[in-house]
């Protein structure tokens, strides 16, 4: 099976930046799969930040991330890295990163909605001070 984990997270200060990675085990192509982001703080509903597709280049990002996240890959790791810069205290969350086999990251409104992934990572908790 497809395994996918994530790690990175941790405790910054507000306006500072952080890199998560999403590392893939089992077998498993980057192109195959289209993978994104997600967070959750408590109380609220998982949201989707980002999606990268190896398959055709495409990547897509969430409005309230947009110009601060950037999602990139590592084929020859099977991994795919969130960069967290200008963090704010509204992104505090568990962040998990998440596999699709249907999706290509133009699945608008899909891409976001977390049925719509076959494969899910623990989570990492980032935490943003102020």
């Known amino acids: 099976d497809v395994q996918l984990q994530a790690s990175g997270g941790g405790l910054v200060q507000a306006g500072g930046s952080l890199r998560l990675s999403c590392a893939a085990s089992g077998l498993f192509r980057l192109d195959d799969y289209a993978i994104s982001w997600f967070r959750q703080a408590p109380g609220k509903e998982r949201e989707g930040l980002s999606c990268?597709?190896?398959?055709?280049?495409?990547?897509w990002y969430a409005d309230s991330v947009k110009g601060r996240f950037t999602i990139t890959s590592d084929n020859a790791k099977n991994t795919v890295y969130l960069q967290m810069n200008d963090l704010k205290s509204e992104d505090t969350a568990v962040y998990y990163c998440?596999?699709?086999?249907?999706?290509?990251?133009?699945?608008?409104?899909?891409?976001?909605?977390?049925?719509?992934?076959?494969?899910w990572g623990q989570g990492t908790q980032v935490t943003v001070s102020s």
């Open positions: 998440a596999a699709s086999w249907s999706l290509s990251c133009t699945n608008t409104p899909m891409v976001a909605t977390t049925t719509a992934y076959d494969y």
């Open positions: 990268f597709s190896d398959m055709n280049g495409r990547t």
